[in-house]
């Protein structure tokens, strides 16, 4: 693992307002402080969702739609949106941004895993952002809840992070980290710092989906932990809306909850 390679998601709850329009304040910020963390001399992975959340907004749907083309439509509408943001936004900061879009069926054929993986190590090394994003507009297995692979992109983030080689894979969140019950519903939930390993029994602590604008929960995030912790990736759970939280990760202090990655030979 190359603890300079930083893999970071971030989830349509964080990047979008209730109404489903981009949070502009954040999605700035955090534009900003990938920036200076890739400055410092990381490269920086980001794995963003929101596409169909924007998509619904700007098509001005009154709600989001549950026929699979109109979905597909709205996340072809919202990347475009997102990406063109993502690009003005880096820009303002003096990055460069690339677009990639690929389905759980690409990562299935070894080709086609072989040229995504050359790709974005030609990006990174030539200290191009890559912006991943599963390819919606043409795969339905994300969006249809009864056959969800990457669950709001967490999975498909430790994915990504494993053939890499990243050293963290840091998911940003509408909540801290994981706590030992649902703080949402418990004022006395406290909040666990470090993960040695994601057992069943951390497993059975999330609690139902989070936001109703994105597609992942908590679940899906304790799946990707233990993903990438057997791949020797240590993995933050912290909040969304404080990008800056991503400084101290890198300065390694206590923020969010940390899932420590496995010894691998």
Not at 58 to 85: D, I, N, T, Y
Not at 164 to 183: H, T, V, Y
Not at 193 to 210: C, F, H, N, S, Y
């Amino acid at each position: 693992m190359n603890k300079k390679i930083i893999t970071v998601k971030v989830g349509t709850s964080t990047i979008t307002n209730e109404n489903g329009s981009i949070n502009l304040r954040v999605l700035d910020r955090l534009c900003r402080v990938l920036s200076e963390i890739e400055s410092m001399g990381y490269q920086v992975v980001l794995v963003s969702s929101g596409a169909i959340a924007v998509g619904v907004n700007k098509m001005r749907l009154s709600h989001k739609p549950q026929e699979l083309p109109l979905k597909q439509a709205a996340a072809a509408v919202g990347q475009c949106e997102l990406m063109h943001l993502y690009d003005k936004l880096f820009g303002e900061y003096g990055k460069m941004v690339a677009q990639i879009l690929f389905t759980s069926e690409d990562l299935a054929e070894e080709k086609k895993r072989e040229n995504l993986s050359n790709t974005l190590t030609a990006l990174l090394a030539n200290g191009i952002i890559p912006i991943i994003n599963e390819n919606d507009s043409i795969s339905s297995a994300e969006i249809e809840s009864d056959k969800k692979i990457f669950g709001d992109n967490d999975m498909l983030s430790a994915l990504v992070a494993g053939f890499i080689g990243a050293g963290k894979l840091i998911i940003l969140s509408d909540i801290e980290g994981l706590f030992d019950s649902n703080p949402r519903t418990n004022p006395e939930a406290k909040r666990i710092e470090k993960v040695e390993r994601v057992t069943d029994e951390i497993i059975a602590l999330a609690d139902g989906a989070g936001s109703t604008r994105g597609t992942g929960g908590m679940v899906s995030k304790l799946d990707a932990a233990r993903y990438a912790t057997e791949q020797g990736i240590d993995m933050w759970i912290t909040l969304g809306a404080n990008p800056e939280g991503l400084y101290d990760i890198v300065d390694g202090k206590a923020v969010g909850t940390w899932f420590v990655g496995r010894d691998v030979e």
